[in-house]
């Protein structure tokens, strides 16, 4: 095919304020808008935050379903206690609401779907293989839908950290396969873009020739980057390693982790942890840092924006994430780009971004054996501070190589013309 593809573009979540799910969504939506010739069918809440923002390049049209998605989140909330925690009870809830924005899309679009206007239907968002499409059986253009990104299980050493996350209709999961249009969306689909080995391993229904390997976090190349900063291990302005944890202070996350290894550390004590974020589990981990006497090597900034991140991580030395339930980290690959040493539990995406000799990975364990790892490996960086700068280097490399958002927008462009032009997708992606 010559010249650009038109394409719908089917995106639920898709916000550029709003954390995790939705900014990625909305942050992929503009790089495939610079490529092709796009249409943006998204929720009506989206619309004050986009319209402030004025992205260019695409055509957006707003589904209001909020007839029912309105008292279904409520509902949920509700239920949950917030919306901090209790993922799996968020998605069960979001089955129904989903269906119904499906179907605007096809009332709204139906006519120049049938009549051949657009080359390519793709759905960014959502991204949980547990929530199907209806369109995936209705449109006659080639359906895309990914990147996907779920099946990870809870470790079983960590029940407790399970009940916190209020995580307990996790085990209803797999009845998602057994939904209206479950089996449909991924019988139908031409391509499906799955994030990391968890999620290859849950779309049993599709064969490896539609499957195209696409993690969906990227970067800000101009927020994220490690220029003029020093190398890993050589950071410091006080003769100490400096280490950072950011990201939300959820159960899960397990935001605590490294104030154990501090605390049960002389070595670590002499060095500084900064923690950076919010959220359920801050009360906790003062009273960690209070009963082991860590305010003098523990600094807890709460939340910050991106670019003051980015900041800090081009100031550390080091960055530990010790979270036992990661779908994406897109946070650990951001710290790659800005010249972090990494140190991560070895389970989900995490362990899949840092292995290879780009970060430590430390083994999954119970609690006290992941604090014994990340013991150990915090305290090699700081007996042995030169031996970051190589990894940190590695990783950087791989982050800047396929990870920002303009090179996801590339990636996607290949798929796209690989369909139209009827060739395998084999060696397309990640």
Not at 306 to 315: F, K
């Amino acid at each position: 095919m010559t010249g650009k593809p038109k394409v719908l573009l089917v995106a639920d979540e898709c916000n550029p304020e709003w954390p995790s799910l939705p900014i990625v969504g909305y942050k992929y939506a503009l790089e495939i808008a610079k490529l092709c010739d796009v249409t943006l069918a998204t929720h009506v809440r989206n619309r004050e935050n986009i319209e402030k923002a004025a992205p260019t390049g695409l055509e957006i049209v707003y589904i209001d379903n909020e007839w029912i998605a309105s008292p279904m989140f409520k509902l949920a909330r509700l239920i949950r206690g917030g919306e901090e925690v209790g993922w799996s009870t968020s998605m069960i809830f979001n089955y129904l609401p989903y269906l119904a924005f499906e179907h605007g899309v096809w009332r709204r679009f139906k006519s120049q779907l049938k009549g051949g206007e657009f080359d390519i239907v793709h759905r960014i968002t959502p991204m949980s293989p547990t929530l199907p499409s209806w369109l995936a059986h209705k449109v006659p253009q080639p359906f895309v839908i990914g990147p996907l990104n779920g099946n990870l299980d809870w470790p079983a050493a960590f029940a407790a950290e399970q009940a916190r996350e209020k995580e307990k209709l996790r085990r209803l999961r797999d009845f998602y396969k057994y939904l209206p249009f479950a089996r449909s969306t991924y019988d139908d689909a031409a391509a499906v873009l799955s994030a990391f080995s968890h999620t290859r391993a849950d779309l049993q229904r599709v064969e490896d020739a539609r499957i195209v390997s696409f993690p969906e976090i990227g970067f800000d190349p101009e927020i994220f980057h490690a220029k003029g900063a020093k190398p890993a291990g050589q950071r410091s302005r006080d003769g100490k390693i400096h280490f950072l944890y950011a990201g939300r202070l959820v159960p899960y996350k397990l935001p605590e982790l490294p104030l154990h290894a501090f605390a049960k550390s002389d070595l670590l004590k002499q060095h500084h942890l900064h923690v950076v974020g919010d959220g359920p589990e801050r009360a906790r981990m003062q009273m960690v840092i209070d009963a082991h006497d860590l305010g003098d090597c523990v600094t807890m900034h709460g939340r910050k924006t991106q670019g003051e991140v980015a900041d800090m991580m081009r100031e550390v030395d080091a960055f530990v994430f010790p979270s036992i339930r990661e779908l994406g980290a897109g946070v650990v690959i951001e710290s790659m780009a800005c010249g972090n040493h990494v140190l991560v539990s070895d389970y989900g995406a995490p362990g899949d971004l840092a292995g290879r000799g780009r970060g430590a990975c430390v083994p999954m364990a119970d609690f006290d054996g992941l604090v014994a790892g990340f013991r150990a490996e915090m305290e090699y960086c700081v007996t042995d501070p030169a031996a970051m700068e190589a990894t940190a280097a590695r990783a950087q490399a791989y982050a800047e190589q396929g990870y920002p958002w303009a090179k996801k927008g590339e990636k996607t462009m290949e798929v796209y013309h690989a369909l139209l032009d009827g060739l395998p997708l084999a060696g397309l992606g990640y």
